[in-house]
């Protein structure tokens, strides 16, 4: 027996627009940490820093893809829906 498929089209579009918030808050560089540091660590402590603002912006076009992709999927959703309750009215 088959189950009935249920999409939230209206739901899709609005995690798409969250991650599309959360895509532009990784994406925004980070506060600058001050006192450049005369400690022999301040070098290992700007290369992790280095690397942390990599992956932030990787994150970021990762979440922002996918932002895009959920709302590509509401409005293709939505309009297979739309089309396939006008066939059923025709028909009836």
């Known amino acids: 027996m088959t189950e009935r498929l249920s999409v939230d089209d209206q739901g899709l579009n609005a995690a798409g627009t969250v991650s599309t918030e959360i895509a532009a808050t990784l ?52 309009h297979v829906d739309d089309d396939g309750a006008a066939a059923v009215t025709r028909t009836v």
Do not use: F, M, N, W
């Open 27 to 78: 994406a925004a560089p980070a506060a600058p940490s001050g006192d450049p540091g005369s400690q022999p660590s301040h070098a290992g402590v700007s290369a992790i820093d280095a690397a942390l603002a990599g992956v932030r912006g990787r994150q970021a076009t990762r979440v922002s893809d996918h932002a895009q992709y959920l709302k590509i999927a509401s409005g293709v959703y939505r």
